[in-house]
């Protein structure tokens, strides 16, 4: 950590406009065997894996150089979850018993909260709750109710103070580093077998082509750049961190995995993804509370979501008096009005949840997305130099809404993979394709076949014209999963639609805001007021995150404008599609060689407001301003433009747009967008959500964000 810090401690200080581009500036390069991006739970159990085969090939094998970076200030601090933990990969990875996990590996008790004892399924209306027939998939024996923060920290140390892996919190993977030279296609094999044996629906896809650049390792995000443009920065490159092979293990809807599956084409025989959103609370019971009943487990289904929605809550009784809360919504929710937040904090008034939180008090709030597509929507899961581990991929089983035992088996198999490609003798780019096949064959692969038609039988487009999609889904889920038990000749498509799948697989649009409905097809939801302290406004939940980021930053979420449109300027580092920086090894400077290019810019980073004022102009007139309901963290703000001289002072003319003063102006109708990004929990909704697809989430400064202990 220590030659880390020093190496990035260097000072660019630039007192004038001479001063550094972003592609060409010297960077610090450290070159390690694997890389692993997101000390999520596929993350740290990929790194353990990895030293594990190191140690079992025995002292003939050299050193493995594993290292695993975290945007979060700390490993666990960007993780949100149920959490109902199925230990199986857990197991696999540490031994069958966890009372023996302390001795063995000195890294304290795991934090495994309690056992399951009983777990059940309600249907709520306004009023009352009636039990409805559990899936078999819900049965939580053996299971454990903890808190996903927390076994995530303990991972960590055992990875880092047992195994010798190198965990580095506060460094953000914001670009990905290719190789010059191209190598064969990762689809040489698997073209045509994916669909037949994966997602099972037959495509019709165009060829990829023939030769790829691989993956060399990634960079690290730059810090210093200044919000606003300005003459002087103390701008500190990123660094590069080389590898053999780089896992990205950046959980659902990775900001460098998406380029990498557009790079790669690795959703070409799959369905696009669809993803839900969930929102949580951990309230602490009065010792006294005779409802408290620790290892219970209860899914909630109806109220406070309409009969088109879907989604679902759950109440977990952790250890310590502490109680798991949420709602998850799918991210296709077509009333642009809706807002997931106040339907959590309205589903808090229940009688059944009421009675159960009085009298408590609130110590914890996150919100984050889940994938749900599962096996029609993963992607192929290699490419030359890496591979795609965890909700990267998105294996999360919707029929148990469990994602932590597949991701660290994911995990498992891609260190494996990794792990054979790094002994077969070849030098780079390793291939990790024998990941892959090991999938096929894995358990993993057999539970997401089982439960591949629950999540789009919800989606039925005859049942949701007469709004009981809902409906629908339980009863083919039910039959499904008790009856059938995924054994039918069928797999349901998340989308039947070739237009509406290629608008998303080619022109990079998420499948759920396509779903996302008008404001003239929709009324407002007349939300009830807040009463405090059961449910409470936006900014209040807000500061239990204990989210910060530095406040001299560009905005990191980016008003790009569509994926495909032309870049607007060459002088801005980033414009149209390009959302991280995507190098080239060749275009990379190391610190001590001299520099090839003259350079001209101070790096920065704008939204145009040109692009800042069509997105005004759409999500305004046609969906209501979405944003400001749907995000969990009240970054997205319209407001009234009555301060004329506000944004005129914020953009000068050299503002990265070409044009004259007109194009300046940012606000449409009156209204203008205010992005509060350093209120950003990391949740990545409003990339999939907003209907104009035009905001891209990047990563911040690495640190930021929030700090999540307990969710
Ligand atoms: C509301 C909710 C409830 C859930 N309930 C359950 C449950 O009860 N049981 C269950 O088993 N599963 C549950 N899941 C699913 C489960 O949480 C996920 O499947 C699981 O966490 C996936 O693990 P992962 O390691 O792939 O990704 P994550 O857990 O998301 O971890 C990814 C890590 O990578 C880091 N990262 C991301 N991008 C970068 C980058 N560019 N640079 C550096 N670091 C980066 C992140 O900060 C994070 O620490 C739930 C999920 C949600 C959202
Ligand atoms: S800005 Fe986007 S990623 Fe950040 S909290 Fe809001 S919706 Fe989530």
Redesign the pocket.
């Known amino acids: 950590m220590i030659r880390l810090q020093r190496l990035q401690r260097r000072l660019f200080t630039s007192s004038s406009r001479a001063a550094l581009n972003r592609r060409t500036v010297p960077r610090a390069v450290d070159s390690c065997d694997v890389l692993i991006?997101?000390?999520?739970?596929?993350?740290l159990a990929a790194a353990i894996r990895l030293k594990q085969f190191e140690r079992e090939a025995g002292s003939s094998s050299q050193s493995l150089r594993v290292v695993v970076?975290?945007?979060?200030s700390e490993?666990g601090a960007?993780?949100?979850?149920?959490?109902?933990?199925?230990p199986r990969a857990l197991y696999d990875l540490l031994g069958p018993d966890p009372s023996q996990y302390e001795e063995i590996y000195g890294c304290g008790e795991p934090p495994l909260g309690v056992k399951a004892t009983e777990s059940r399924m309600v249907w709520l209306t306004e009023k009352s709750k009636y039990p409805i027939p559990h899936p078999p998939q819900m049965n939580n024996q053996g299971n454990f109710v903890i808190s996903?923060s927390a076994l995530?920290r303990w991972l960590g140390r055992i990875a880092e103070e047992y195994y010798g892996v190198e965990i580095y919190p506060g460094?953000?993977?914001?670009g990905v580093v290719f190789s010059d030279e191209e190598y064969q296609s990762p689809w040489v094999g698997w073209e045509g077998r994916w669909n037949r044996e994966v997602t099972r629906i037959a495509i019709q896809s165009p060829q990829p082509p023939p030769r790829v650049p691989a993956v060399l390792g990634i960079l690290t995000n730059d810090v210093g750049i200044p919000k606003h443009p300005s003459t002087t920065t103390n701008y500190e490159p990123g660094m590069f961190f080389r590898a053999r092979a780089t896992l990205f293990?950046?959980?659902?809807h990775?900001?460098?995995t998406k380029t990498l599956i557009n790079k790669y084409h690795l959703r070409k025989e799959s369905d696009p993804q669809t993803y839900?959103f969930?929102?949580?609370e951990v309230w602490r019971l009065a010792d006294d509370n005779p409802l408290y009943s620790p290892g219970s487990i209860t899914h909630t289904l109806g109220y406070p979501l309409d009969l088109n929605t879907y989604g679902g809550g759950?109440v977990?009784h952790m250890d310590n008096h502490l109680v798991s809360l949420?709602l998850?919504v799918g991210a296709d929710w077509e009333n642009p009005y809706q807002s997931p937040y106040r339907d959590f904090q309205m589903m808090k008034h229940h009688p059944y949840i009421h009675r159960l939180l009085s009298p408590s008090t609130r110590i914890a709030y996150g919100a984050?997305?889940?994938t749900e597509g599962g096996l029609q929507s993963l992607p192929l899961l290699h490419f030359p130099g890496g591979a795609l581990?965890?909700?990267?991929a998105g294996?999360?089983n919707v029929a148990k809404?469990?994602?932590?035992?597949?991701?660290m088996g994911m995990?498992i198999l891609g260190a494996q993979g990794v792990w054979e490609g790094c002994n077969s003798g070849s030098s780079h780019p390793i291939d990790t394709s024998t990941y892959t096949t090991s999938f096929l064959s894995s358990w993993i692969h057999t539970e997401l076949h089982e439960t591949r038609n629950l999540r789009p039988s919800f989606s039925s487009p005859v049942l949701s014209k007469r709004n009981l999609s809902v409906l629908g889904g339980v009863l083919y889920s039910g039959v499904d999963s008790l009856l059938l038990k995924g054994r039918t000749p069928w797999t349901f498509r998340h989308t039947k639609n070739e237009e509406e799948r290629r608008a998303c697989l080619d022109g990079g649009r998420s499948l759920d805001s396509i779903r996302t409905g008008t404001s003239t097809s929709h009324t407002p939801i007349p939300y009830p007021p807040f009463q405090p302290p059961l449910s409470t406004d936006l900014l209040t939940s807000l500061m239990l995150t204990g989210t910060s980021h530095a406040e001299d930053q560009p905005e990191h979420l980016r008003v790009l404008g569509r994926p495909g449109d032309t870049p607007l300027s060459s002088h801005t580092d980033f414009g149209g599609a390009e959302s991280v920086l995507d190098v080239k090894l060749s275009e990379i400077h190391e610190e001590g060689t001299p520099e090839t290019e003259n350079t001209e810019i101070v790096p920065r980073v704008t939204s145009p407001p040109s692009l800042r004022r069509t997105h005004v102009k759409t999500n305004i007139s046609d969906y209501a301003g979405l944003l400001s309901r749907a995000c969990p963290a009240g970054v997205y703000e319209y407001i009234d433009d009555d301060d004329d001289t506000h944004h005129h002072h914020h953009h000068s003319p050299t503002d990265g747009e070409p044009g004259g003063s007109d194009s300046q102006d940012e606000s449409w109708n009156g209204k203008k967008l205010v992005i509060n990004a350093q209120n950003c929990i990391?949740c990545k909704l409003c990339d999939i959500k907003v209907p104009s697809q035009d905001i891209t989430w990047t990563?911040p400064e690495?640190g930021g964000g929030p700090k999540y202990t307990v969710t």
Not at 37 to 43: E, L, Q, R, S, T
Not at 249 to 252: K, Q, S, T
């Open positions: 991006v997101g000390a999520g739970p596929a993350g970076l975290e945007k979060g490993v960007h993780i949100v979850s149920g959490c109902v933990l199925e996903l995530t460094f953000a993977g914001a293990a950046e959980g659902a990775g900001s460098l839900g969930g929102v949580k759950w977990y949420g998850v984050r997305v889940l581990i965890g909700d990267s294996t999360v809404i469990k994602g932590v035992h597949t991701a995990g990391h990563v690495g």
